[in-house]
Each structure stands twice: as C-alpha cells, then as structure tokens.
C-alpha cells in the first residue's frame, strides 16, 4: 500500500518489488500500480523481488506486470544487468 502512495505522490526511476509482503503482496501491488498508470499515463518499470525460482512465479510476475525478474540473494552485477534491459526496453 505504500508502495502505490509513493508512486502517486512522486516520481521514481523503478521500483524493486518484494513479492511477498504482508497486507498486500507484490502482485496486487503491481496491478495497482499498472492500473493507476493506466489512467494518468506512463511507465514505471518494476523488477519483481523474491526467493522463489519455480517457472510458474517468473510467469505470475510478468502477468501482474511486472518488467523482469530477480531471485533474492543477488549481486551487484546481476541488479545492474537487469537495469540496462529496462533501460533497453524503455528508449
């Protein structure tokens, strides 16, 4: 829910999205978030967070809207490399 609020009240280069979290997990959130882009226009990219490595995860965060996909832990490398894909996929 913070998450949504933030995204409302100002503007970030992308967000790191937990999937699990309490009251509201990362997929609501996206949608939230997708949807509010929808009616006010632009693109946030978000780049789903989560210890989970099963194929059908990868796919519930692309349905959610999510722009990629990185498996906690991770390294510095691995963030930077998903970054440039967003950054390639934006311009």
């Known amino acids: 829910e913070e998450a949504i609020e933030a995204v409302m009240?100002?503007?970030?280069?992308?967000?790191?999205?937990?999937?699990?979290?309490?009251?509201?997990?990362?997929?609501a959130a996206t949608r939230s978030i997708r949807a509010w882009e929808q009616e006010h226009g632009g693109h946030l990219p978000i780049i789903a967070l989560t210890a989970n490595d099963a194929a059908d995860c990868h796919d519930a965060c692309m349905e959610a809207g999510m722009d990629e996909y990185m498996q906690k832990p991770f390294r510095a490398d691995q963030l930077e490399a998903i970054l440039q894909r967003v950054r390639i996929k934006l311009n």
């Open 9 to 27: 009240e100002k503007q970030y280069d992308f967000i790191l999205m937990d999937c699990e979290m309490p009251i509201m997990d990362g997929f």
